[in-house]
């Protein structure tokens, strides 16, 4: 069996054994109590394995070589994220992940060199759980999946769609895909090293800070509202062009501040009468 099946079985477990849990806490979190127990199974395997990995992949592994790794798997990522998009009727973002995935699989040697991002093509991060968003199903309870980590009832049931959609899902050399698979996992943990440690540092219950995070940040994603605030403050830009070259036109200036005259017209105010001729002394000549 390889190990994404085996984290598939996995998450389908968590799904089950989470009716198990009866204590509601937080209406996000009713199964607070598994979760809280898996999330410590997490945390254990983190700290004896995953972790000191990622840490000497960090520190001695030449930078270009992580990049490369990083890379290549961001590559692969590209072509499901083009399909979701398709699916989430969003055709120009489609488009730009496809056109990304072949660009950096060709002139970017197979997705090592990232050639696409300097060309203007932004990368987008779609998937499963966020195309079912788009169409109104629910995100349902939080749930911490083993070694998986954060997600919900709702992305918890696209996992198997997500994991059939990535392409070295579908390599057909066990060995160097389970290979690859622990390769991934070991760049992703060393992406957020730093992150993970000045969380540690820190003096609060990192189970809720995680769970907050995590179902914050993908209530943004499925609703894309970094996506609208980028167009709002366009569509703001355009406005205020407009209206600049109408005032043109009509010979409207921009009215002054009040305080902000010139010396000539503050000698001339009302409140600034002119000075009265000086008086003469001597007597008037007839």
Excluded at 50 to 65: G, H, R, S
Excluded at 149 to 170: E, F, I, K, M, Y
Excluded at 200 to 224: M, N, P, T, W
Aim: charged content about 25%; proline content about 7%.
């Amino acid at each position: 069996m390889s190990i994404r099946n085996a984290l598939t079985l996995a998450a389908g477990a968590a799904v089950l054994l989470s009716g198990c849990a009866s204590t509601v806490t937080n209406p996000r979190d009713p199964f607070e109590k598994f979760n809280r127990a898996v999330f410590s199974f997490n945390d254990a395997v983190d700290r004896t394995a995953l972790k000191p990995a990622a840490t000497v992949y960090k520190n001695y592994t030449p930078d270009f070589l992580q990049t490369g790794v990083n890379n290549f798997f961001g590559n692969l990522s590209d072509l499901w994220s083009s399909v979701n998009n398709f699916a989430q009727l969003k055709g120009q973002d489609g488009l730009n992940d496809f056109t990304r995935f072949a660009v950096n699989s060709t002139l970017g040697l197979v997705g090592v060199l990232d050639i696409a991002t300097p060309a203007g093509l932004r990368k987008h991060n779609e998937d499963l759980g966020q195309t079912l968003g788009y169409w109104g199903v629910p995100s349902g309870p939080y749930l911490m999946l083993p070694l998986l980590g954060p997600s919900t009832v709702r992305d918890t049931v696209a996992l198997p769609g997500d994991l059939w959609g990535d392409p070295w899902d579908h390599v057909n050399d066990i060995p160097w895909r389970n290979s690859g698979i622990l390769v991934r996992a070991v760049d992703q943990r060393a992406s957020v090293l730093d992150a993970s440690n000045l969380l540690e540092d820190a003096a609060l219950d990192r189970y809720e800070f995680i769970r907050d995070g995590y179902l914050q940040r993908r209530s943004s994603k499925v609703l894309d509202t970094d996506k609208a605030q980028v167009r709002a403050e366009k569509v703001q830009e355009k406005l205020d062009k407009v209206q600049e070259k109408v005032q043109e036109k009509l010979g409207v200036k921009k009215a002054q501040n009040p305080d902000d005259h010139t010396p000539e017209q503050q000698d001339s105010a009302p409140n600034n009468p002119p000075a009265p001729a000086p008086v003469s002394s001597e007597p008037v000549q007839k």
